[in-house]
Each structure stands twice: as C-alpha cells, then as structure tokens.
C-alpha cells in the first residue's frame, strides 16, 4: 500500500530552522515527482516547493532562499529544510507525489497535479 508519512514539524521561534521529512512506502520514488504544500487556518492550500525526478526544483516566492527541498532516492525520502521561518510560515504542511514517466518533466506545485498525499505535520512560529 503507497503510504507518505510526514514528521519533522514543531513549534519554533521567528528565525528559527526545521526540518521536515517525508518518507515513502509501498512504492520507489524515484519514478515520482514530489511536492510539498502547507495550508493555514481559513487559506487554501499552497505549493511550497517541488523536485522533479532529475532534481529540478521549484519555489513559491515566499519561501525562496529560505527552504531547501532534496530527495534521496536510496532512503526513499523527500526533506524541506526551513530556515529563517517566519510567524506565516505556520500551517500543516503536507508532501505529495505523482507517478511521473519522463525524468524531464518539470514538477509543478499545483496540488491538483499530485495523485498521492501525506497526512501532514504542523508548523508552528511563534514566540
């Protein structure tokens, strides 16, 4: 059974660091795209980041320089480094694949293209 299990999330200080880990099971995620997407209390869910299959990756403006999406294919696991959070960095923040054929094919960080989703971790920045 394809399973993605999120951990990593917490409560942190303003400028402070975590990070988020997603580990697959039940399938190899090499031969899948990977995003992750947070959603606050009241918004719509949002693409934070993705990596495609060749390790090309993508950011929402409001995150970029801050977070540091990766892959390790051996360990069958995603990470999302966030530093420097922010008070609106704080939501649950999910990690999601989709079956991607072609190594080539850019990731996209619309949730609607994803197939399969965690359960989600929250987040937290505050004082």
């Known amino acids: 059974q394809l399973q993605l299990v999120e951990s990593g999330g917490g409560l942190v200080q303003p400028g402070g660091s975590l990070r988020l880990s997603c580990a697959a099971s039940?399938?190899?995620?090499?031969?899948?795209?990977i995003g992750w997407f947070r959603q606050a209390p009241g918004k719509e869910r949002e693409g934070v980041s993705c990596i495609n299959r060749s390790g090309m990756k993508d950011y929402a403006d409001s995150v970029k320089g801050r977070f540091t999406i990766s892959r390790d294919n051996a360990k069958n696991t995603v990470y999302l480094q966030m530093n420097s959070l922010k008070p609106e960095d704080t939501a649950v923040y999910y990690c999601?694949?989709?079956?991607?054929?072609?190594?080539?094919?850019?990731?996209?960080?619309?949730?609607?293209?994803?197939?399969?989703w965690g359960q989600g971790t929250q987040v937290t920045v505050s004082t």
């Open positions: 039940g399938f190899t995620l090499p031969a899948y795209n």
């Open positions: 999601a694949v989709v079956l991607t054929p072609s190594p080539f094919t850019q990731c996209a960080r619309s949730p609607t293209t994803y197939r399969y």
